[in-house]
């Protein structure tokens, strides 16, 4: 038999298995490879367990509500115990720049760490009044430069390099943080979209596709920010964070870093 014969039966024999098996083999549904379980989702998280949308969305927000607020000088201490270093006890990790700074260092001056609102507390006015504007689960420690140099700039790729940030960077309408805290910072803006709905006299925080949000409730760009939390998946630092919050602060979590598929399902 030729050879240009032999290849031409290979190649339709190999067809006719691979329709057979398709034919005969049942069709089994896939679990996401990003589906996450949890110690809580029994307890803390059973009405949301096998939500989607508005209704995991909704759900979400009723488990998260209720918090012990804090005020925003508390802030300072709380943010020395959720942000610590776990190389060393004496510092806390700055977002944005991963530097490990003295927790003494809090303040105003160059060369200090101060309160970094994730959610720009001038998106929706909120300030720095007892709610938004002290939630630890979007108040990180920042270095005061790279803190003032994100302003209240929108999320997007893009830009140039920040100076002392860590690798993050900047334009005139928007800030890209460095790549081990992008996941980080969509899981903070999209925990504030689920937490503040309008309610508490307080705006209803949502994430758009803008930039340039000014002081609307918003804060962009949603498509990236999602992007950021597949890239970016929960660290050890990051879900050490949640717990402490939860267990010492306000008894709340974030549940996009308990279950990061959970933005997809709601957005």
Same mark, same amino acid.
């Given at each position: ?68 607020? #804090?005020? +925003?000088? &508390? *802030? ?8 610590? @270093? ?5 510092? =806390? ?95 903070? #803006?999209? +925990?504030? &979209? *689920? ?8 705006? @209803? ?5 803008? =930039? ?56």
């Amino acid at each position: 038999m030729p050879v240009a014969q032999i290849r031409r039966w290979k190649v339709s024999a190999a067809t006719v298995v691979a329709v057979l098996l398709s034919l005969t083999l049942p069709t089994v549904a896939a679990t996401p490879a990003s589906a996450t379980t949890t110690a809580y989702d029994s307890t803390y998280y059973k009405n949301a367990i096998g939500k989607s949308g508005t209704s995991l969305k909704s759900a979400l927000h009723t488990i998260i509500s209720p918090q012990t607020k #804090i005020s +925003y000088d &508390a *802030v300072w201490n709380a943010l020395k115990a959720t942000d610590q @270093d776990p190389n060393n006890t004496a510092n =806390v990790i700055l977002l944005y720049s991963g530097v490990s700074r003295s927790k003494t260092l809090n303040g105003g001056a160059v060369g200090n760490w101060n309160r970094e609102h994730v959610w720009a507390k001038s998106h929706g006015n909120f300030g720095e009044a007892t709610g938004p504007g002290t939630d630890l689960h979007h108040l990180r420690p920042a270095d005061v430069q790279v803190n003032s140099t994100r302003g209240n700039l929108d999320f997007d790729n893009g830009g140039s390099t920040v100076s002392n940030g860590g690798g993050s960077l900047v334009d005139s309408d928007s800030f890209e943080p460095r790549d081990a805290d992008k996941g980080d910072v969509a899981r903070m #803006i999209l +925990y504030m &979209a *689920v937490r503040y709905d309008g309610g508490d006299g307080f705006a @209803d925080l949502e994430p758009n596709e803008k =930039v340039n949000n000014g002081s609307n409730p918003y804060i962009g760009k949603l498509a990236v920010l999602k992007q950021w939390n597949d890239e970016d998946p929960p660290s050890a630092f990051e879900e050490r964070r949640n717990q402490v919050i939860y267990d010492t602060y306000q008894h709340n979590r974030n549940p996009f870093i308990d279950h990061p598929e959970w933005v997809e399902a709601i957005w």
